[in-house]
């Protein structure tokens, strides 16, 4: 069974830079799509970038191109989220979620979820 557990969420002034580590326990091959996702307050999830090695695919939604960057270092079973020049509409819950296979970064098609890390950034 596939877990995650994320971190580094936290309170940054608008500008500023986060990394989000997402800890896996279990088989997590490059067949796997990972991803991070963000539900802020009212809203729906949000697939904001997801990786797949083995099709060679790496997704962003338009509002984090050129601030985000997702990676992964599969010896300590991480994925990161480095997020720069936040901004306070980036505010939301982050999830670190996969799916087995290749999958659209899409929150309903993936089959394991994180509980989330809270990221808040101010004006």
Excluded at 50 to 77: E, H, L, M, Q, W
Excluded at 105 to 110: L, R
Aim: with cysteine; hydrophobic share 30%; glycine share 10%.
């Amino acid at each position: 069974q596939l877990q995650f557990v994320e971190s580094g969420g936290g309170l940054v002034k608008h500008g500023g830079s986060l990394r989000l580590p997402c800890a896996a326990t279990g088989n997590t091959s490059d067949s796997y799509t990972i991803g991070w996702f963000r539900q802020a307050p009212g809203k729906e999830h949000e697939g904001v970038s997801c990786i797949n090695p083995s099709v060679g695919i790496t997704y962003y939604t338009n509002s984090v191109k050129g601030r985000f960057t997702i990676s992964r270092d599969n010896a300590k079973s991480t994925v990161y989220l480095q997020m720069n020049s936040l901004k306070p509409e980036d505010t939301a819950v982050y999830y670190c979620a996969a799916a087995s296979s290749f999958k659209l970064c899409v929150w309903s098609h993936m089959n394991y979820w994180g509980k989330g890390t809270l990221v808040t950034v101010s004006s």
